[in-house]
């Protein structure tokens, strides 16, 4: 049975025939595509594909040129990136995003006030009348940070910020996270780990992941879209993709490392 039906037929994430121009330039064209409550969907596709931007117009960061976002069967259209993250959507950059200066806990828990809505002015409150602390404490744990707390972000490895910004999207407790390019850059030990991590932290939420990396792709995802020049020219399974031909030429031999 389909995560939809599981879940009384909403999906997590819809888009209907999204598109974004710049200028001359369609980066994004009727792009539609259903994410049920859930599962692990990751995009792939060649450099210039369109898939950064696609999360952009997801997590409000830019509006749409035409079409429409969907968040749990509500109309989040253009809605700009804050309100997303109040409405349970949260997404991590292609480079880590952390405060350099600040230590890893300031960090999380500078994130986790952003779970409530409230502004940082509400630091002290919140502290105290919504377990922020509590809620890093326990991520920093889930992350294998704790030992760290107090060492300002800056000074962590290029591994461990990119595990502190997987934690500053989760502090959020949103139930659905864009994830861009979460290893990119890592070893093949440090991408074996985040892999664990992603699917220890993750788990019961809705997951859209941009991914270079096929371990990462068909070792995490329910399902596998396929983006060319801002389309999606496929989605399916990770056999489905797998074994399509077309897909197996043009994609999975150019771009990217074969799964094991
Ligand atoms: N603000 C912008 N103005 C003009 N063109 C843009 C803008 N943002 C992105 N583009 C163009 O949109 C196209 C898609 O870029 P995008 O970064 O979304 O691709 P991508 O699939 O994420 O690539 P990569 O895998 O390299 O990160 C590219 O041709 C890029 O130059």
Redesign the pocket.
Known sequence: MSKTRETGGIDALSLEGVGKR??D?Q?LDGVSLRVPMGEFHALI??????????F?VISGL?PPSTGRVRLHGRDVTGLPAHRMARLGLSRSF?VANVFGRMSVFDNLRCAAMRRGGLGYQWWCALDRGRGVAQRANQIMAQLDLARRAELPAGELSYAEQRALELGMVLATDARVVLLD?PTAGMSRAETARMMELIRGTCQGRTVLI?E?DMRVVFGLSDRISV?VQ?RLVATGDPEHIRADPAIRQAYLGGIVQEPE
């Open positions: 710049y200028g330039v980066v596709g060649p450099n210039g594909a369109g898939k950064s931007s696609l952009n830019t292609q390019e941009v270079h983006m801002g």
